[in-house]
Each structure stands twice: as structure tokens, then as C-alpha cells.
């Protein structure tokens, strides 16, 4: 009887509290850790535990991570900027914007204006042909999109589509032709060769800088600032610029220096001009939106009037604790009458969505990325979406495959442009699909590397490869990274004795375990597998430690690994003292190879200018959402978790993409494995050269030949 009164108690108490806002659960904010001091989880989200808070902390891995996870009902509410909105649009994410997250009274974070100089006769837009243009420039995208840094010269210049050309370079080649000079200094592509390539063929547009011929971040007419010095120095006749920086430089704002506004204009998009000094309103060509506030459609007048509640009266409440974590400076948070949709939201930003909107070449160009899963795919579509809003081009398109195989094949057959492979699938990529590296995915030391290594036991007197002779050995895969690296040692030392490399491995070491060996051939080499515990890198290790093989070919990041893994599981036979890294001693260094964890892959006959492009679009990915992204919070995440899920389309541990595969060009760690497989050689049996075998059956044919006629 107890138990029953106190069940139905409990019902009543819970709907009781479903009554009233106090007995609800905590909100959820979902948070981004930023940069430095932006980092403020560890800080400020234990306070949000205490017992009298309303708002609990959920770690979001970027914003648009946020943003799903309000879209699944995983968190109540979030910060986003304009440019996550249109991500969110596009994708058909519903939530809603309650509150502007702003740090002054104006409508919009800022709004863009053309400023003219008189003298320079411009009336309307039409009369901008061969005018001389002051640029922001380029480099910090975190604050200026290239959406918003090319919208004039988008809306002005008539725009090209030379086949011939890159769409980069028809862009600049556009802007080139249609204004006399300009300063546009700064990155204008992210590869520094082809950045200058594109700077000393069109050098007008640096014209203006003060250093036209570096034309780098450092010039003084980069920046917020430089455009407007480059006008009023007299340098330039037409400025794009950010309207609270124009009203600062003009003196036009209480406080600021007075520069004389006498003999510039306002240009207009209607073909009007407006005196600087009118009190008319200026002329906007295109605004950026505040950040806002956004939440999921079922909890958003809550959400609205519980942020609105929020103030820093007590630097010590649980309240202020939120406001810290949600803003970038102390801000004013207003209200959004109505609480609007996405859509409805950003249409009343003069020209934004347009901006994002800008038809691209016809036919168009896009990089078809193939990838393998569901997640992968979704990874891809996200990051399709963001690119976009960024100004990235060629646009992306993401095609599922069944797996990494029938990628490459598509990529022969023009299916796919690109896929993204491990290293033990490079030379499969290279050798029977005929394809090519586009970047590499560097790591920032050593220990991330696939270094490869044999190990042995530490009493088994091994300590050449010389000693290997009819041992048993341990393989993660055929035709992978080990494979490979062992197949060029014993050729480089002249240790194989029968061609093909085949038959001479099968010769060379006794039974012995290839996973993935060609199941048309006989071969030893087979004898040791257990497929499904022998199989990959612990698959290796475990055929060593079981005591069936004499060496392991592994990474080396596997035999530090696999030691502590095997302990944690409570498996005390096993010991890594009792095993050591197999170092010949011939060879100081130790290892057979070395190569970053996954290159991109295309086909083999892919265009310089088809190349120059679609490595561009990587790299503008990586600058922009990759380990050194240059925002306070990250909107996507490149090389990271997606999902809670690891490795998902790119490595994890991957720190920068590059065409080469060192991060740094100080990298002097030899035997790199591309380089391995391009000098592999041919199979020389008993350590004679191809030549020479040749030219000896040539001779024996020769006097045999001789013989026969005398």
C-alpha cells in the first residue's frame, strides 16, 4: 500500500512540476571552446552544476555540431553566426532565432559601402571600367568573407569563364581586365607558388599597394584601415569598405579624428551618388547579420525569455557564468520580435543571402569527393554547404561508393575526382588504377607518422635482416605500407634470390602470415593466417605474441600501443619488455619507412589547371576550418570527431594538408614511402642487375648464332 501512495505521489509531483517553469530540467547550451582566451568551458561550466542554475553545459565539437545537436534534440540553445544560418537553411535544419547577440545599438554587426572620390568622375556604377580600385585585401576571412570581399566586384564586373583558366583565375583575370590597378594585397590563393604565379601575371591589382611587388598583409593599404588611406592618400578612386570604419576615418562619429569629407561620395547600386557629408543615409551594398541566438521550434519562447532575463549583476552567479561562455564581448541581447525562421530572418539583411546566391561558371565546375559510409557522406554534405558560404570554390559534390576500391575504380572511370586513402592503399591506388597524390595529410611529429618497424623478440638473436632468412613473419596486409617497405629492404640488400617479389618473399622467409595475399597463388605465405585475428596491424602483433611468428612488420605507433591495450584488458603473459624494435646494424635509423596517415588520390592524366583548382579548395578548407583556423570558434571541423564518431573522411591526427608529405620543410626524417615507391626498382634475383642478366643472353643468342652459321 506504501509503495503504491508512493508511486502515485511521484505522478502527481511530476505533473505538478510540468506546471511550472521551475521544475523543468535544465536548459542545455551547447558550447564551442575557442581560441586562447576564448577557451572557457573548463572555467565557466562547472559553475553552471551548481544546484541553483537553470542551464547545464553541453560541449559541442564546432557550431554546426552545435547546430545539429539542437536539431536532434540533444541541446535547447546555441550562438551562430549569419554564415552557420545559411549552412542551415540550405541543409533544412529547423531551429529558430530568439535573440541578437550584440555589442552596439546598430541593426547589423556592419554594413559595406562603396566610397568615391569625386575627381574621379564615377556617377554610377557603369563608370567604375578603368577606375582604379582600393581593396580590404585578403587574410582575415574570419571577420570578412570572401563572399563579402568579392561582392562588388561580383555585382560590377562582368565575370569570365575561360575554360583555360582556373575559376580563381578567372575571377582576377576578370578584375584585372575591367579596373586600371588596384590594391588587393594579401593571400589571394593559399598556395604561396601559385599565389605569386598569379600576382606577377596580373599586377595591376596590386598596383596601388604600397608594396605593389609583395603585395602581402604587411602593406599599408591591407586591412580595414588600408583601403581608406589608399583613397584619401589619393592613390585610388574607389573604395570598398565597412560603413562604421568610413564614419571613424571620416570623422563622421563623436571622437574620431577629423578627416575632411569634402570631394567624396556614397556610390549606389541605383546609379546615385551621395555626398559623404549629406545627412541623407549612406547607400549599403550589403550587411552582415549579428550573431544570434537560435534554439529548437518547441522551446523557443523559453529560450527567448530566459536569455533575455541574463545580466553580469553578480560576476559570481551562475547567470553571468552563461553570459561568458555565449559571448564574445559584453554585449547587449535583444529580443527578436518575432521569434522568426532562418529564412525569414536573413531576408531582411540587404543584400546578404544574394551575396551567398551568385551563379558560378556554366557548365559548372565541382570536385566529386567520394566516400565510403553514411557518416563520411554526411561529414562531406556539411562541409559542402560551409564551403559554400565561404566563398570556396569549385563547389564540392559528395558521391557514396561501397568502399575505397570501388573508389579508385571510379575515379579511372571519371565517376569521382578524388578519395581520400589510408597509406597501406597507396600503391594499390597507384599501381592498379593508375592514379596520383593530390595533397598529403601531414602530421605535426613524429609519433603520428605510419613509421614501420619489425619487431621481434628481445631473446631471439635476431639483429639483421640477414637473420631473417627462412624466419617466420607477421604481415598487417600484402601490398600495404610493411609489405612494401620489407620488399624494398631485402631488394636494396640484395636478399632476394627469385623474381617475381612474390616467389622471392616466399623464398626468403618460411611459413608465414600476408593477410590479403593473391588467392591465386600458392604460397607460403599464406600457412600462418587466422583470418579475423591475424588480420591488420594487432592482427600482426598478436601472430608474434602468440608465439606463430619470429617477426611483426607493424607502425611504430602500433608497438607502443599494443603492449599498454593488451595490460589494460588484463592480459599479464604478455609483456613489452620482452619484445624490441628489430634495428639492423647497418641502419641507425631504425625504421623501414615512414609515411603520413592518408593522401588524397586522382587520376594519373588530371590537368595542371584541373589540379591547381581542386588542390586550392583543400586548402582554402584547411585554412578555414582545419587546426589553425583563424576564427574565436571553429564553424566546422575538419580533422576531428564528427558525430562522436573518430577518422571520419579525414585522420584526426592530421595538423595541415600539403602537396608534399612533411608539415614542415625542415623535416629531415629519411626514407619517406612515396619517394620509396617511386625508386622501388625492379625484382633482382641473386643481386644481379636487370642489365646484366640481359646482355648476357644477348651475348650467349649471339654466339650460339655464331656457332650455328660456321
Known amino acids: 500500500m506504501y509503495v503504491l501512495c508512493n508511486t502515485i505521489a511521484c505522478v502527481i509531483t511530476t505533473l505538478v512540476c510540468l506546471s511550472f517553469v521551475e521544475c523543468r530540467m535544465k536548459y542545455q547550451v551547447c558550447v564551442v571552446d575557442g581560441r586562447g582566451s576564448f577557451r572557457k568551458a573548463a572555467k565557466y561550466c562547472p559553475i553552471l552544476d551548481g544546484p541553483d542554475s537553470k542551464v547545464e553545459c553541453i560541449i559541442g565539437l564546432d557550431r554546426l555540431d552545435c547546430l545539429r545537436r539542437i536539431s536532434k534534440g540533444k541541446a535547447d540553445f546555441s550562438v551562430f553566426t549569419p554564415e552557420d544560418l545559411v549552412t542551415a537553411s540550405t541543409l533544412q535544419v529547423e531551429v529558430l532565432v530568439t535573440n541578437e547577440m550584440r555589442y552596439t545599438n546598430d541593426a547589423f554587426e556592419y554594413e559595406v559601402v562603396a566610397v568615391i572620390d569625386d575627381e574621379a568622375r564615377i556617377k554610377t556604377r557603369y563608370d567604375l571600367r578603368d577606375k582604379r580600385l582600393c581593396h580590404p585585401g ?13 561582392y562588388l566586384e561580383v555585382s560590377i564586373v562582368p565575370q569570365s569563364c575561360n575554360p583555360l583558366l582556373s575559376l580563381t583565375e578567372n575571377r582576377i583575370s576578370s578584375s584585372s581586365k575591367y579596373f586600371k590597378s588596384a590594391c588587393k594585397a594579401g593571400p589571394w590563393v593559399n598556395d604561396p607558388v601559385l599565389d605569386n604565379e598569379l600576382k606577377r601575371k596580373y599586377p595591376n591589382l596590386c598596383g596601388l599597394c604600397n608594396s605593389p611587388t609583395v ?22 578612386d574607389i573604395t570598398w569598405a565597412r560603413l562604421d570604419d568610413v564614419r571613424s576615418h571620416f570623422g563622421l562619429i563623436p571622437g574620431s579624428a577629423v578627416t575632411t569629407t569634402d570631394g567624396y561620395s556614397y556610390l549606389c547600386q541605383d546609379g546615385t551618388t551621395i555626398p559623404l557629408n549629406s545627412t541623407t543615409q549612406p547607400c549599403v551594398w550589403v550587411v552582415k547579420p549579428w550573431p544570434v541566438v537560435a534554439s529548437k521550434r518547441t522551446s523557443a519562447q523559453e529560450i527567448q525569455e530566459f536569455i533575455s532575463s541574463l545580466s553580469h549583476s553578480d560576476n559570481n552567479s551562475w547567470q553571468s557564468a552563461l553570459l561568458n561562455l555565449i559571448e564574445t564581448y559584453h554585449l547587449t541581447i535583444k529580443s527578436v520580435q518575432p521569434i522568426e525562421a532562418i529564412e525569414s530572418y536573413l531576408s531582411r539583411a540587404t543584400g546578404f543571402l544574394s551575396a551567398n546566391s551568385f551563379p558560378g561558371c556554366h557548365p559548372p ?18 562541409l559542402r554547404e560551409v564551403s559554400t558560404v565561404y566563398g570556396i570554390e569549385p563547389d564540392i559534390d559528395c558521391l557514396k561508393a561501397d568502399n575505397k576500391t570501388h573508389c579508385m575504380q571510379g575515379i579511372a572511370a ?12 597507396v600503391n594499390q591506388a597507384k599501381t592498379s588504377y593508375q592514379l596520383k597524390t593530390l595533397f598529403y595529410e601531414t602530421v605535426l611529429n613524429e609519433e603520428e607518422k605510419y613509421v614501420t618497424v619489425g619487431v621481434v623478440r628481445a631473446n631471439s638473436g635476431i639483429t639483421s635482416f640477414e637473420d631473417l632468412q627462412s624466419k617466420r613473419a607477421c604481415f598487417p596486409k600484402y601490398d600495404g605500407v610493411a609489405w612494401n617497405s620489407v620488399v624494398h629492404t631485402l631488394n636494396s640488400k640484395k636478399l632476394i634470390k627469385i623474381c617475381p617479389f612474390i616467389e622471392g618473399m616466399s623464398e626468403f622467409f618460411s611459413d608465414s602470415c600476408v593477410p590479403n595475399f593473391p588467392t591465386n597463388v600458392s604460397s607460403s605465405l599464406k600457412a600462418l593466417c587466422k583470418p579475423g585475428i591475424y588480420d591488420d596491424e594487432y592482427g600482426a602483433m598478436r601472430c608474434l605474441t602468440h608465439g606463430n611468428g619470429d617477426v611483426a612488420f607493424v607502425s611504430k605507433h602500433t608497438y607502443s600501443t599494443f603492449f599498454k591495450d593488451i595490460k589494460e584488458k588484463g592480459d599479464l603473459r604478455i609483456d613489452a619488455k620482452d619484445y624490441k624494435i628489430l634495428c639492423d646494424n647497418s641502419d641507425e635509423s631504425c625504421h623501414l619507412s615512414w609515411a603520413p596517415p592518408g593522401q588524397a588520390m586522382i587520376r594519373l592524366n588530371s590537368s595542371s589547371l584541373w589540379i591547381k583548382d581542386t588542390l586550392d579548395v583543400f586548402l582554402q578548407m584547411d585554412n578555414l576550418f582545419g587546426k589553425n583556423f583563424k576564427s574565436l570558434t571553429t564553424p566546422f571541423t575538419l580533422f576531428g570527431l564528427f558525430d562522436g564518431k573518430p577518422n571520419v573522411l579525414f585522420h584526426d591526427i592530421t595538423n595541415k594538408l600539403r602537396d608534399i608529405p612533411k608539415l614542415k620543410n625542415t623535416d629531415t626524417m629519411k626514407k619517406e614511402y612515396d619517394d620509396m615507391l617511386d625508386k622501388f626498382g625492379e625484382c633482382v634475383s641473386g643481386g644481379s642487375t636487370p642489365l646484366t642478366v640481359t646482355n648476357n643472353v644477348y651475348i650467349f643468342f649471339i654466339i650460339c648464332v655464331l656457332l650455328f652459321k660456321f
Do not use: H
Not at 603585395?215 to 585610388?236: F, I, N, Q
Open 365 to 382: 565546375r565541382t570536385v566529386r569527393i567520394c566516400t565510403t559510409t553514411n557518416l563520411e557522406n554526411a561529414k562531406c554534405s556539411w
Open 414 to 425: 571519371n565517376l569521382f575526382d578524388v578519395v581520400i586513402v589510408p597509406a597501406d592503399m
Open 215 to 236: 603585395c602581402s598583409t604587411d602593406d599599408k593599404y591591407w586591412g580595414r584601415r588600408g583601403p581608406l588611406l589608399c583613397l584619401t592618400d589619393g592613390v585610388g
Open 138 to 150: 585578403y587574410g582575415y576571412e574570419a571577420d570578412w568573407t570572401q563572399i563579402l570581399a568579392n
